[in-house]
């Protein structure tokens, strides 16, 4: 089935970096993302998004989206703000080959807990929804992205936390959960959408995607033949 892949500029020149450890000195505005439709194959307004570690004026027309430039993906997002000052802006669009097995695996627990102790599904073919979900143990699912909806915030949100974790790999930097929240604190409160919210939401909130995301491992240390694949 031939499905359009289209490529964006997503906004972070919102993201105050210079207040967070390790990325003061991060400049860039824009980061690299691309969009395929689902709708094609469960029938849901919703995308698959990557995000690329590809910033500001490189990302162009025809441009090449290697594994190796993947900071995350792919997770099911809700539409790209394409109006207003933090619009995203597209750049291109062709269309690629892709039939259902070709889809990324995502889970889901209803309970959260990070182990084989925890209850762990896992979805196929692109039927990404709950009751399509298969028990499997946590160690053959954890490096699948999860079934939770991003938006642009999130997607920001997720960037900034993915590049503190590559800096606490290589051991830039030390960061407790408490940090972690801290920062996205601050991420989410630039968005110009999260001002209708109080700051307790907005914490309740990055309690429940930071442990997520955290579990994540890096991208590049996830073995090509299992990304977005059981073990």
Known sequence: MLIKKKIYKLPLFNIPFFKIKSLEFFEHKYICCSTISIKPFINLEQYLVQIYTIFDDEIQESLSLSEEKTLFGGVISDGLTIRGKSKCIKIDEFNIEIEKNDLPNLKYSPTNIYSNDGQWFYTEKGNYQILSSKKKQYEKVKHLEGLEIYGDNILRLRTVVELLKINVDLGIIKLTFEEYVNIGF?????????????????????TNWIPSMLEMPLYYKIPIEIRGRLV
Do not use: A, H, W
């Not at 601050?186 to 990055?206: A, C, H, N, Q």
């Open 186 to 206: 601050m991420v989410l409160k630039s968005e110009p959408r999260m001002r209708m919210f109080d700051d307790e939401t907005i914490i309740d909130g990055l």
